[in-house]
Structure formats: structure tokens, C-alpha cells
């Protein structure tokens, strides 16, 4: 439909000049105070480990034998040096029990003294008086040496065997080629048998008090 021309009656539209509003430029670049964010490293990928070489076989050299040679042999004392550290005496210590036994021997005509008595006058048991006189039997020594003994302690059993363990100490000092025929007599074992403490509330070491239940 063609537009029609204004009349005088009809106001004419109203035109406005007003351009439209202009937006300011935004400015692109940052704030001062805000900071860039810093640029990603370059991350390179760890070298993998390569597994361990396997171990190698080695045949171990065959080991060839030391020679340490001997033992060195104990130095023997000369029997001079003995008889003068114990004043013309082979000294010997035994013990037994309760009992200590002080030997002394020399060299001499077989005598026997136990606190200045003969053997038969001291003990009063064949048995002792032979298990004494073992030792000398055993080496072949017997009236061959003068034996002087200190005893004290104990009772006839117990003397007699620390006896025997002093004289054969003091045969081994006086001749140590005797020590095989006393080791294999058992003559330089000490005994270490004794009796055994009461405990209490027993009537002994093992003996207990009868038992009652009511």
C-alpha cells in the first residue's frame, strides 16, 4: 500500500537527531596488580631404569691349605727352679669335700708322715690306706719320694681323697712324664661331689615332711 502524503491535519512524526549511545573501548591489556600466571615448565619424561645386569658365575679358586705349622710346646720348667721356689719341695694342693690337703715330696727313702703320724696310725680304713697310696703305685714311684702332708677339714673320706688329688699334683710338678699313667688313673680330677643343702620346708635335700590331708 503506497504511503500516503501528510495533511495538514495530521502531525508529521518527529525525527530525532540523537545518534546512538557509543560504548567505550575496553582496554585489553590487565590491571597493574594483577600478575601474568608464569609459563608451564617443560616437563620431560624420567629415563626408566633398565634392570640390573644379571650375576655372573664365578668358579671360587679351590682354597689352598695354611700351614700353621705346631703348637708351641708349654716351657717346662727346670726342676732346680721348682725344688727352689718351694724350698727342696714339689709342692701339691688338693681338696675334697670340706677337706684341703697341703703335699710336699722330695726325693727320698719312701717315708709317709700325715700330720706327723704314719698312714696306719691316721686312718683307720683299708680303703683309705690304699686309695692314698694309688698314685705312687700307678707311677712306679712308690718309696721313691718323702711325703709330708697337711690335712685339715672334713672327715676320713673327704681327707683321703684330697690326699690322693695333692700327692698326684705334686708327682706331675717332680716328673711331668708321669701326667699320661695319672690322667688315664683319673688321679688329677678334681671331685666335686658333696652333699647337697637341706631346702626348707623339708626335712632334708629331697626328704619331705609327711603329707597329711586332713
Not at 681338696?95 to 690337703?101: H, S, T
Amino acid at each position: 500500500m503506497p504511503d500516503q502524503p501528510p495533511t495538514p491535519d495530521t502531525p508529521a512524526p518527529e525525527t530525532t537527531n540523537d545518534a546512538a549511545p557509543t560504548v567505550p573501548a575496553q582496554d585489553t591489556q590487565p590491571p597493574a596488580d594483577q600478575t601474568a600466571p608464569p609459563p608451564k615448565a617443560d616437563v620431560t619424561p624420567e629415563p626408566v631404569a633398565s634392570p640390573p645386569p644379571a650375576p655372573v658365575e664365578v668358579e671360587a679358586a679351590p682354597a689352598t691349605p695354611v700351614d700353621v705349622g705346631t703348637p708351641p710346646t708349654p716351657a717346662v720348667q727346670p726342676i732346680d727352679e721348682l725344688l727352689a721356689k718351694g724350698g727342696g719341695y714339689f709342692w701339691g694342693t688338693g681338696r675334697r669335700k670340706a677337706a684341703v690337703a697341703r703335699v710336699r715330696i722330695r726325693l727320698g727313702t719312701g717315708k709317709f708322715l700325715i700330720q706327723k703320724r704314719e698312714i696306719d696310725d691316721y686312718f683307720f680304713d683299708v680303703r683309705h690306706r690304699m686309695d692314698i697310696v694309688a698314685p705312687l703305685k700307678t707311677t712306679t714311684t712308690l718309696g721313691k719320694y718323702d711325703i709330708f702332708i697337711n690335712v685339715h677339714g672334713g672327715g676320713q673320706t673327704g681327707q683321703a681323697g684330697a690326699i690322693v688329688l695333692g700327692v698326684a699334683r705334686a708327682l706331675l710338678k717332680a716328673d711331668p712324664a708321669l701326667e699320661p699313667s695319672l690322667r688315664d688313673g683319673n688321679y688329677l680330677t678334681r671331685d666335686a661331689r658333696k652333699v647337697e643343702r637341706k631346702k626348707y620346708g623339708q626335712r632334708g635335700a629331697r626328704r619331705r615332711f609327711q603329707f597329711s590331708k586332713r
